[in-house]
């Protein structure tokens, strides 16, 4: 039996569009475990009662590509589900799922891949490694594909960040999401997020968060996503005037995403208040980031 933790991740961080991310406290477990033959799947907390329990499942199918890529037949497998990570909400739950699988099965198959080639897998399936660079390798990941390779850096997060999130209570796919985005972006707004982008790693660097509040702007994916996420403006601004440094949408939404190192509790609960005017129903929890990515908890043979 194997036992994984994976942290949940937060991407894009405004600007970073598919290359930058950051794990965060709040952490899946996947249990698995080989038999016979068949498939059970049990799901306790976030999704219990919405997560597939056959072969379309996210985890199964992950762990399923990896016993092909090693040439592995695992017979039967049993997988326990135990999930905090709010489900198509923003907070990469599907990269969970992804890196949870993938490191369980490869533990399980004989620890034959290594880590590089892991992450290269789990963003393959994923497409994009936004999300599963952190979850699996913890911190502030900057991360983009060459040639199918996912190369990237770590950032440790600054000292004193914390995060607060307003997650509302309707879903959003990514692949929604994905679909509202524009094929092309004009010159002045690519220029516009390259700016940002390269100013918000040299201050997450530096421990500058003066900076955050510019270097969160972006003009490629957020302004088109709006229109998904009622009141996603006016909870942005409520939760600048209650003092956070810099503020964005969570991945693709709809959780939006304070970041600050003071009065969390203040901005979370002005971020779910101003959701609320807006009829939107919202939880509202304050996260640190995660220094570790997803790791093996107990392995038994
Ligand atoms: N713990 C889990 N186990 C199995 N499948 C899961 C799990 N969590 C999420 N999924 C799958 O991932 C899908 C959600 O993925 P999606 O990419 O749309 O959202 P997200 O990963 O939460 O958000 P984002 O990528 O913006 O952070 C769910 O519909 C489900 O199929
Ligand atoms: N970079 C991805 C993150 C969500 O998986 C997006 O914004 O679509």
Same mark, same amino acid.
């Given at each position: 039996?194997?036992?994984?933790?994976?942290?949940?991740?937060?991407?894009?961080?405004?600007?970073g569009?598919?290359?930058?991310?950051?794990?965060? @406290?709040?952490?899946n477990?996947?249990?698995?475990?080989?038999?016979? /033959?068949?498939?059970?799947?049990e799901?306790?907390?976030?999704? =219990?009662?919405?997560?597939?329990?056959?072969?379309?499942n996210?985890?199964?199918?992950?762990?399923l590509?990896?016993?092909k890529?090693?040439?592995?037949?695992?017979?039967?497998?049993r997988?326990?589900l135990?999930?905090?990570?709010?489900? %198509?909400?923003?907070l990469?739950?599907?990269?969970?799922?992804?890196?949870?699988?993938?490191?369980?099965a490869?533990?399980?198959?004989? *620890?034959?891949? *290594?880590?590089?080639?892991?992450l290269s897998?789990a963003a393959?399936v994923?497409?994009?490694?936004?999300?599963?660079?952190?979850?699996?390798?913890?911190?502030?990941?900057?991360?983009?594909?060459?040639?199918?390779?996912?190369?990237y850096?770590?950032?440790?997060?600054?000292?004193?960040l914390?995060v =607060?999130?307003?997650?509302?209570d309707?879903?959003l796919?990514?692949?929604s999401?994905?679909?509202?985005?524009?094929?092309?972006? *004009?010159? %002045?707004?690519?220029?516009?997020?390259l700016?940002?982008?390269?100013?918000?790693? =040299?201050a997450l660097?530096?421990?500058?968060?003066?900076f955050? *509040?510019?270097?969160?702007?972006?003009?490629?994916?957020?302004p088109?996503?709006?229109?998904?996420?009622?009141?996603? @403006? @006016?909870?942005?601004a =409520?939760?600048?005037?209650?003092?956070?440094?810099?503020?964005?949408?969570?991945? /693709?939404?709809?959780?939006?995403?304070a970041?600050?190192?003071?009065?969390?509790?203040?901005? /979370?609960r002005?971020? @779910?208040?101003t959701?609320?005017e807006s009829?939107?129903?919202?939880r509202?929890?304050?996260?640190e980031?995660?220094?570790v990515?997803?790791?093996?908890?107990?392995?038994?043979?």
């Open positions: 039996m194997v036992r994984v933790q994976v942290p949940a991740t937060t991407a894009n961080m405004g600007p569009f598919d290359c930058l991310g950051m794990a965060l @406290k709040l952490y477990t996947v249990e698995m475990v080989r038999t016979g /033959a068949g498939l059970s799947i799901v306790h907390g976030e999704g =219990a009662f919405d997560i597939a329990r056959d072969e379309s996210v985890v199964y199918r992950a762990a590509r990896l016993f890529q090693v040439n592995c037949d695992p017979g039967g497998l997988i326990r135990i999930n905090n990570i709010p489900v %198509a909400r923003g990469g739950s599907s990269a969970s799922a992804i890196v949870g699988g993938l490191i369980a490869n533990i399980l198959a004989g *620890s034959r891949l *290594s880590h590089r080639e892991l897998l393959a994923e497409g994009h490694p936004d999300n599963v660079a952190p979850a699996m390798l913890g911190g502030i990941i900057i991360s983009t594909l060459v040639e199918g390779e996912v190369r850096l770590k950032i440790d997060p600054p000292p004193g914390k =607060a999130v307003a997650i509302p309707f879903p796919s990514t692949r999401a994905r679909e509202v985005l524009p094929q092309q972006v *004009s010159m %002045a707004d690519a220029v516009f997020n700016g940002r982008v390269a100013l918000l790693v =040299a660097q530096q421990g500058r968060l003066e955050l *509040s510019t270097a969160m702007e972006d003009r490629l994916h957020q088109y996503r709006s229109t998904l996420v009622p009141g996603m @403006k @006016k909870v942005l =409520a939760a600048r005037l209650a003092g956070a440094r810099g503020v964005c949408l969570s991945g /693709a939404g709809p959780t939006l995403i970041f600050a190192d003071s009065n969390l509790e203040l901005i /979370a002005v971020m @779910k208040d959701f609320l009829g939107i129903k919202a509202a929890l304050v996260l980031p995660s220094p990515g997803a790791r093996a908890l107990e392995v038994k043979r």
